[in-house]
C-alpha cells in the first residue's frame, strides 16, 4: 500500500499563500491518480485538486479553481499544492490520497497537515 506524508502546511494570513506536499512511497502503483481534501471543521471531507499520474490531467473544486495549483513531481515522488490568494473559508485539515481515479476511490490517505487562514 502507498504511503503518504504531507507537511507544510501552517497559518497565513488572508491573501497569502502556502505550498504544501506529500511525499509518496511510490508513483508506480496500482492508484493512477493523487488528489488533496481538506475537512473544515463540521464539515464533509471534500476532494478539492486532482492529478492523473500518467498524463497529468488535473482537476479542481470550483472553490480552489484559478488559486490552487496542483503538481507531482516524479524524481521525488511528491504531490504538491500551490495555493494562492488563501481566504479564511480555506481554513481546513488538508489530506492527499492515491485514488485510482480523480473522485474515485480512495486507496490511501495521508495524515493531514492543517491550515489556517486568520489574520
Known amino acids: 500500500q502507498v504511503q503518504l506524508v504531507e507537511s507544510g502546511g501552517g497559518l497565513v494570513q488572508p491573501g497569502g499563500s502556502l505550498r504544501p506536499s506529500c511525499a509518496a512511497s511510490?508513483?508506480?502503483?496500482?492508484?493512477?491518480?493523487r488528489g488533496w481534501f481538506r475537512q473544515a471543521p463540521g464539515k464533509e471531507r471534500e476532494e478539492i485538486s486532482c492529478i492523473r499520474i500518467s498524463d497529468r490531467t488535473t482537476y479542481y473544486a470550483d472553490s480552489v479553481k484559478g488559486r490552487f495549483t496542483i503538481s507531482a513531481d516524479n524524481t521525488n515522488n511528491t504531490l504538491y499544492l500551490q495555493m494562492n490568494n488563501l481566504e479564511p473559508e480555506d481554513t481546513a485539515v488538508y489530506y492527499c490520497a492515491a485514488l485510482l481515479d480523480c473522485s474515485g476511490y480512495v486507496g490511501s490517505w495521508g495524515q493531514g497537515t492543517q491550515v489556517t487562514v486568520s489574520s
Open positions: 511510490e508513483f508506480t502503483d496500482d492508484y493512477f491518480s
